[in-house]
């Protein structure tokens, strides 16, 4: 289906916002300058802010024609942090900060909420709420459960709660979504392997710490093979290694972290014990002693299926059904927006950023990486029939 002129009006302010953002990028907690941009944003569209939800947090709250105390009201997220990483793209709006990058389309995510406050503030076309919920520290910041620590949902008591992220690989403008789990429960580990130290001329006279290691990185992936239900999803990486300073010492010591990714809570438990025994194990039969520390990150985000059924019709109708995956696959990366899907009914999808070569076709997380502006209409036009069906 079109999308509707006054939206796709919209296309040139948000690029420049979202560009604007993108070469301003500013990491976990730390999203002064973005805040204030979206906050001005709003106030000139009379819309009312509230500031200060979990540090750099925002709300803007659009009342419609027929809005009371106590009348339906839904929350549309949107996240404002970059990562910390380099940015080895070469065009203008390329990021001014060094080690710092908007490589998860947060920016335009943070431009299309702006866009449907912007048009939903001009028409009012529905009653009730809308919260137009801003938030900080997506990327490792828990930002979302510092929203509703700070009483986001006790200022605005929203009925639903929506959120959406941009994903290469599907194409341009497009929607996935799918009932149930859809994004994993994240879970980082360090493992430590002491050993005793050696000439690497004599490694008989040493517990070579490296070889250990090494045949933990292996051994650990039996688990997720052999230890779990086939049946059940789980990633686990090993991501840093780090041994040795000289190249003839067999070092004391070798310092293994990763992450694991699975969906339900029983499997990241059983996941625990089971890397736990075979890391004790593994280096104890080596000569040597293996210590194993978790961290247990997001929840894994699951979509209410009512909310989720409804989203699927809105986004069949502001996009057309051929625009429209309603069984989209769960992927094994993580989402704050877990915290808010424990607290209230509501769902998350995906808005494909391209299929197509170029830096919208590159992966999330990557040095190249460019949220694609041509997709922001469809976004917009998707987020503000959620809110006129929503609040009809």
């Known amino acids: 289906m079109p999308i509707r002129n006054s939206i796709a009006d919209l296309a040139e302010d948000m690029k420049l916002w979202r560009r604007d953002i993108h070469k301003h990028p500013e990491l976990a907690y730390e999203e002064h300058r973005t805040s204030d941009l979206v ?4 106030e000139s569209w009379g819309i009312e802010v509230v500031r200060g939800l979990g540090g750099t947090g925002l709300v803007g709250l659009v009342r419609g024609q027929n ?28 990021s001014v900060h060094e080690g710092k990058m908007h490589g998860c389309g947060h920016d335009g995510h943070t431009a299309m909420l702006l866009g449907a406050g912007r048009y939903l503030a001009e028409n009012r076309n529905f009653n009730g709420q809308v919260a137009l919920i801003f938030q900080p520290a997506e990327e490792g910041g828990a930002g979302a459960k510092a929203m509703i620590d700070d009483g986001l949902f006790e200022r605005f008591p929203v009925n639903a709660v929506y ?38 001329a004599m490694p008989h006279l ?28 789980v990633v686990m990486s090993v991501t840093q290694f780090h041994a040795g300073s000289a190249v003839n010492v067999l070092p004391e010591e070798a310092l293994l972290r990763g992450t694991v ?27 040597a002693e293996g210590t194993i520390t978790f961290d247990v990150g997001y929840p894994a985000v699951f979509n209410w299926v009512e909310q989720t059924r409804f989203a699927a019709e809105v986004a069949e109708q502001a996009l057309g059904e051929d625009a429209v995956n309603r069984s989209g696959k769960p992927l ?32 999330l997380h990557n040095p190249y990486y460019d949220f694609n502006d041509d997709i922001m209409p469809a976004g917009v036009e998707y987020w503000v029939r959620l809110v006129e069906k929503s609040l009809s």
């Open 39 to 42: 906050a001005e944003k709003l």
């Open 67 to 94: 809005d009371r105390d106590g009348g339906p009201m839904i929350g549309l997220r949107a996240d404002l942090d970059a990562l910390p990483m380099a940015e080895l793209n070469s065009f203008e709006h390329r």
């Open 163 to 200: 959120g959406m992220h941009n994903m290469p690989g599907i194409p341009a403008g497009h929607i996935a979504l799918r009932e149930g789990p859809i994004l994993a429960g994240s879970m980082s580990f360090e493992l430590t392997v002491r050993g005793q130290g050696a000439h690497a």
């Open 206 to 233: 040493g517990r070579d710490t490296i070889v250990i290691a090494s045949g933990l990185v292996g051994a650990l992936q039996s688990i997720s093979s052999r230890r779990v239900d086939p049946l059940e999803n």
């Open 261 to 287: 990714r699975c969906f339900s809570v029983e499997t990241q438990q059983l996941l625990r014990q089971e890397m736990s025994s075979l890391v004790a194990g593994y280096c104890q039969a080596q000569g």
């Open 332 to 363: 094994m990366g993580s989402e704050d927006f877990a915290y808010m899907l424990q607290e209230k009914p509501g769902c998350f999808v995906f808005i494909g950023n391209g299929s197509d070569s170029g830096p919208s076709a590159c992966s």
